[in-house]
C-alpha cells in the first residue's frame, strides 16, 4: 500500500493561488491513480480533482474547474495540485488520495493523506 503525505497548505488571500504536493512513497505508486479531496468544517469530504496512472486523464469537480490543475510526474512520486482564483469557499483540509482502480470515490480510494490546511480569507 503507498503512504502519502501533503504539504503546501497555509492562508491566502481571496484571488490567490497556492500549490499542494503530495509525495507517494512505496514502489507501486505508478500503478495508483491520484486525486485530492477536501472536507471543510461541518461538511462531509469531497472529491475536487483525479489523474490516471500515466496522467493521461485528468477530472475535476465543477466547481473548482478552470481553476485548479492536477499534475503528477511519476519519475519524482509526487502529486501536485496548482489552485488559482481562490475563493473562501475553497477553505478545507486538503487530502491526497490513491486509488489503484480509478473510481475516486470515497469508499474505493485506498489510501489517504493526512491532510493539509487550505484557508482562504475574503
Known amino acids: 500500500q503507498v503512504q502519502l503525505v501533503e504539504s503546501g497548505g497555509g492562508l491566502v488571500q481571496a484571488g490567490g493561488s497556492l500549490r499542494l504536493s503530495c509525495a507517494p512513497s512505496g514502489r507501486s505508486f505508478s500503478s495508483y491513480a491520484m486525486g485530492w479531496f477536501r472536507q471543510a468544517p461541518g461538511k462531509e469530504r469531497e472529491f475536487v480533482a483525479g489523474i490516471s496512472w500515466r496522467g493521461g486523464s485528468t477530472y475535476y469537480s465543477n466547481s473548482v474547474k478552470g481553476r485548479f490543475t492536477i499534475s503528477r510526474d511519476n519519475a519524482k512520486n509526487t502529486v501536485d495540485l496548482q489552485m488559482n482564483s481562490l475563493e473562501p469557499e475553497d477553505t478545507a483540509v486538503y487530502y491526497c488520495?490513491?486509488?489503484?482502480?480509478?473510481?475516486?470515490?470515497?469508499?474505493?480510494?485506498?489510501?489517504w493523506g493526512r491532510g493539509t490546511q487550505v484557508t482562504v480569507s475574503p
Open positions: 488520495a490513491a486509488d489503484r482502480d480509478n473510481h475516486m470515490k470515497l469508499v474505493t480510494v485506498d489510501s
